[in-house]
């Protein structure tokens, strides 16, 4: 009785596990039809418990003005925190602002800064990524935690594999970040050789909104590249 009851929760399992299949589906078609419309975007990255009264909230407030200010849209992770900052420098400068969000039962919730029509929502966090990859012309990372962490890593890992084309990731803040990239030069690349110094080439560290832009001005103009779009 108790095997039997074992494979039917089994079977269910496997039968809910191949349903999922149309629900993951679902979520790639709608926000692929909602992305291709949004025009050439630089993703902001960074912590969701982040305060208003952080400098680096104020901070990503003004790297998503100069972004917009320079004809790209903003895309965040939707949420509060830097993401917040993200779309409110978006918002305010009259540019795109996007919101990709996830379902969270904590943390996560919409800020009202994201344009009406370019809130989406999501369940898995890989198809967001697929998004987040996908229509961005770059990643600017700002402070943040595990999630800011693993964009970050999971992009580097992407085009060091040549599976994406490359796109510049620009992390913000030398107090946050100079650590962890000596850790990567001196550790996995001198001491280990784990990777290769060309592996570092799209990584740049910087302090001010205007260097956000001149990284990618300078990428764009230096590969003779345009927007996806």
């Given at each position: ?41 630089v993703s902001i990255f960074g912590s ?182």
């Amino acid at each position: 009785m108790r095997q039997e009851q074992h494979h039917k929760g089994w079977n269910e399992i496997k039968t809910n596990d191949s349903w999922a299949i149309f629900k993951i589906m679902g979520e790639f078609v709608n926000g692929f039809e909602k992305m291709s419309k949004i025009g050439p975007c630089v993703s902001i990255f960074g912590s969701a418990r982040t305060k208003t009264d952080n400098k680096y909230y104020q901070l990503a407030v003004d790297v998503a003005a100069e972004i917009v200010n320079h004809g790209y849209g903003v895309i965040t992770g939707g949420g509060p925190g830097i993401m917040e900052a993200g779309n409110k420098g978006a918002h305010l400068a009259g540019g795109t602002s996007v919101g990709l969000n996830i379902d969270l039962p904590f943390e996560q919730h919409d800020n009202p800064y994201i344009d009406s029509d370019k809130s989406l929502d999501f369940d898995y966090f890989f198809v967001r990524k697929v998004m987040f990859v996908k229509y961005s012309q770059g990643f600017v990372v700002m402070p943040g935690g595990f999630g800011t962490l693993d964009e970050l890593f999971e992009a580097i890992t992407l085009i060091q594999t040549k599976k994406i084309a490359k796109f510049p990731i620009i992390l913000v803040s030398t107090e946050f970040w100079g650590g962890l990239i000596d850790w990567v030069k001196e550790t996995l690349l001198s001491k280990f050789e784990n990777i290769s110094a060309g592996d570092l080439d799209l990584i740049h560290v910087v302090d001010t909104p205007k260097e956000v832009l001149q990284i990618l001005d300078k990428f764009y103009a230096q590969y003779n590249l345009s927007p996806n779009f």
